[in-house]
Each structure stands twice: as C-alpha cells, then as structure tokens.
C-alpha cells in the first residue's frame, strides 16, 4: 500500500530537548515536504526537499532542520524545541496526483 | 505574497441541502487540489484540477476550476452526516516548483 509512515504519533517533551520526528514513503516520489498546522492558521510549510540532498525552507523554518539523505526518508528535527513549536505536524510526499499526507505528529513542548 | 482564500469557513447544513465552499486565489496556477480532513486524522486527496474548465465528480460532491477568475468551486448535493469534515484547498503555482499553498478550510458540519 502507498503511504507516508510517520513517527511518532504523539509526542510530549520539554523545552530545549532534541527531538526527531521521522518519516518515510514508498512510493519513490522525489518531492517530500513538511508542514505545521495550527487552529486559524491551516497548514503552513516548514520546509521541502525536491530530492536527495536538496532541501529548500518554507514558509516557517526557524526552530527546524530537515535531512535528506535517502530518497524515501525525511526526517524533522528540533534541535531545542520551544513551546511556540507545540502543533500537529504532518510529512507529505507529492506525485501526479497531488499529495500523499502521513498520519500527523501532534507535538506538545512545555 | 501568494494568498488562497476559503470561503465560508464554516458551514453548518442539514442533511439533504446543497451547498457550495469557495476558493479563491491570487496568483495564476494551473493546479487546484481539495482535500478533506477529519476530526485528529490526516488530509485526504479528493480531487485533482489541472485545466480551465475542468471538473470533477465523485458522490455528492463536485469541484470545478475557473483559472481565469482564480476561482475553485466545491458543490455538496444533497448532504448527508458523512460529509462532515474540514475542506482544503491547494494550489501550486507555476515556477515555484513543487511547493503548495493551502488555503485555511472549511469546516462542515452536517446536521441529520
């Protein structure tokens, strides 16, 4: 089955300690993104990757690292997260189709 | 800055009753995507617009695309309890890649 598999589903952490979210697809798409979506503000892009080793900012990047060494994972990272970055995190991949949504991270930092 | 705007974004309606949610954007883009969003759950892809003109079926509802006017147009016949959930849309400009804009939703709640 296609999919975006991301882990984990909920986390709760406190502030200032590392953190990775993971995610991976099987569908060999090229193109993976990641997005935060808060109440009122619907999904904002953190950041993207058009393939390996290329990966480009978004609309929201500050607090947040992203790696893409392998076509199929692309994996988030916050590196001393605060709690301004608590929200629902969700990993996409885009083919012909449009895209391919993971089940979503809901992140609380305290 | 590019902005895709949803319109109502909320929408309570009796089952039975039609309606339509509006999308309107401001730039030109050839790509309109909707996807619906259930309560804690992750988006999913309904429909794919790709061209003037075009539209789509699929159950009670229907997209349609007007590029010339920056307009989509998601139509509910006849609603039923299942429907309610939140409605995006995306669109994907020329010459920005692959990148997305989503608008901000629409939430519907259908009333038995």
Redesign the interface.
């Known amino acids: 089955e296609a999919q975006v598999t991301q882990n984990p589903r909920y986390l709760i952490t406190v502030t200032g300690k590392k953190l990775t979210v993971t995610c991976s697809q099987n569908m060999n798409h090229e193109?993976m993104?990641w997005?935060r979506q808060d109440p009122?503000?619907?999904?904002r892009?953190i950041y993207?990757s058009?393939n390996v080793e290329v990966t480009d900012k978004?609309d929201v990047p500050e607090g947040y690292k992203v790696s893409r060494k392998e076509k199929r994972n692309f994996p988030l990272i916050l590196e001393s997260p605060s709690p301004n970055q608590t929200s629902l995190y969700?990993c996409?991949s885009?083919g012909r189709?449009?895209?391919?949504?993971?089940?979503?991270t809901r992140l609380t930092v305290v | 800055e590019l902005k895709v705007e949803q319109n109502p974004l909320f929408l309570s309606m009796q089952e039975g009753k039609n309606y339509t949610i509006y999308c309107n954007y401001s730039t030109t883009s050839d790509r309109l995507y909707w996807y619906r969003q259930d309560p804690g759950k992750s988006l999913e892809s309904l429909f794919v617009l790709l061209s003037n003109g075009a539209v789509k079926q699929e159950g009670r509802l229907m997209a349609s695309l007007d590029t010339k006017a920056r307009l989509s147009t998601l139509h509910i016949t006849a609603a039923v309890h299942d429907l309610s959930a939140t409605y995006f849309c995306a669109v994907g400009p020329p010459n920005t890649g692959n990148q997305f804009y989503f608008g901000t939703g629409t939430s519907l709640t259908v009333i038995p």
């Open positions: 193109y993104s997005y009122g503000l619907g999904l892009q993207y058009m978004g969700f996409a885009r189709g449009g895209y391919t949504f993971g089940s979503g």
